[in-house]
């Protein structure tokens, strides 16, 4: 038999030992992380559809649902959130509207319905609109700022337009072409209007181009105000085309239909939580920006708190409660689906009633 040395006897032992005190430390640390209530709630998650960002607000505040146990996955450049759905990595995504109707003009057949179904929507009103730098604005003649956002702005930058002084950006094949057909025509613009097309980084709003060009109302416009502020320049003006009737679906929330179908009880149970969720962030939107803070950074605190602010704007717009769905025919499902059809991003072959077969309204 072979002889053990008692120099590897005590190496065993103590790599014995140290393997259990480190094991005894995992589960120590797991139950002062995690609360007996933690393991009977139903776990899903929910995938962002871009980096952490105040758009996302209520499901931050939705991590601390008594009723459901969320965890929330970012998004990013190289995330393709409707494909984490649909490969079973995540309960439930946020995309645009846009991006949904796309899906569903794709894959919807006369015989055959979506894989996917919308739950909620997120923003009742699109957010999209567009930003100038102040100086181009007092270039152009205008010396004293307007009140921004005001429909007197927007009437005064139409004019621009119009008169050729100022290009319109747009980033093609995206909601921002729907949003700005239907804002053109409110302002009796001309089909001849050439689009500029840009990419996504509104920084280039800092070097003061004479173009509009598209931002999410709710959080962009914030960040590029806190530098032209630092630099002295005042508060970049934002054109919000929501003031002119400009009527169109924003972020909407979906999941597997085979999913919703086989968890009834927790599709439910979600939208409930997360209708919740929005109405504490409207409720305390301090508190909520500073749950905000917790995962976006390099912006002060009375920015985030007016980004929170500004998506409740369209969160709650025109009275409405957080994820309802306008389900009459000539409703804000059929606006949305018309104008992304004319703006060239949705199959013109997808109707109305496709539309509501994919979708499962909260109570």
Known sequence: MKKVSLSTMLVAFLGLFFLTHAACNQQQQTASTSSPSDVTKPRVIVQLNWLHDPTFVAQYLLTASDDLAVNIHPGGPNTVPLGEVLAGRAQ??????????????????????????????????????????????????????PTNPSKEFNKWVADQIRTKKLKVGDKRGTESTAV????????SLGADIVLEPVGYDPGIVLSAPK???????????????????????????????VLDGVRLYGNVIVARRDY??????????????????????????????????IRYTGVSHDTVVK???????????????????????????????RALQDGGSVSKSLTTEQVFASLVPPK
């Open 180 to 187: 700005w057909l239907q804002w053109r025509d409110h302002q």
């Open 307 to 337: 980004q929170v602010q500004r998506t409740l704007d369209f969160v709650f717009a025109d009275g409405a409660v957080p994820g309802q769905m306008d389900l009459d025919s000539a409703g804000m499902w059929s606006i949305t689906l």
């Open 211 to 241: 173009m509009l060009y598209p931002v999410y109302l709710n959080e962009q416009p914030f960040r590029l105000s806190e530098k032209t502020a630092q630099e002295g320049k005042g508060e970049i003006l934002v054109i919000d085309p």
């Open 260 to 293: 919703a179908t086989n968890n009834v009880a927790l599709i439910e149970k979600f939208q409930q939580a997360l209708r919740k969720a929005w109405l504490a962030v409207k409720a305390n939107p301090d508190q909520a920006a500073k749950e905000v803070a």
């Open 92 to 145: 439930f995504a946020i995309a645009g509207a846009d991006i949904f109707l796309k899906y569903l003009g794709e894959h919807v057949t006369p015989s055959a319905t979506s894989d996917l179904v919308c739950v909620f929507i997120d923003f009742q009103r699109n957010p999209v609109g567009w930003v100038l730098h102040p100086d181009v604005v007092k270039n152009l003649g205008l010396d004293v700022l």
